[in-house]
């Protein structure tokens, strides 16, 4: 599909697996430069790899999305690495497998952050 983002720089939270990663690869596709970040190095690598192998220019970062400062780094190394940002997209998440009535306080404020 084109849908002219050539060129576009695009950000993705939790982009080293999951939806975020299949998302990156989707805007690399259509000629974009991605920037993901997550908190496993490995799976960040190995997905940077698969987005420059479509011909784009990727930036990775190790950052937890809960620490605001950090992400404002993570921007401003976005921006110096590969201009300004078109495209943000708020992936990262967690989830606990329990029910509703199971989940503690921390896990609500984990989730939360």
Do not use: Q
């Not at 690399?28 to 997550?38: L, M, S």
């Not at 690598?45 to 999305?65: F, M, P, Q, S």
């Not at 940002?85 to 952050?113: G, Q, R």
Request: glycine share 10%; charged share 30%; hydrophobic share 45%.
């Amino acid at each position: 599909m084109e849908l002219n983002l050539t060129g576009k720089v695009v950000v993705i939270t939790g982009g080293g697996a999951g939806i975020g990663k299949e998302t990156a690869l989707e805007f690399a596709r259509e000629g974009c430069r991605v920037a993901i970040c997550g908190r496993t190095l490995k799976k960040l690598e190995d997905t940077k790899k698969e987005l420059e192998a479509l011909g784009g220019k990727a930036y990775i970062e190790v950052v937890d999305t809960a620490n605001v400062p950090a992400m404002e780094i993570f921007a401003d190394n976005i921006h110096r690495e590969l201009g300004d940002i078109d495209c943000w997209v708020n992936n990262a998440a967690i989830a606990f497998a329990k029910s509703i009535e199971d989940i503690t306080e921390n896990d609500w404020d984990s989730m939360m952050a």
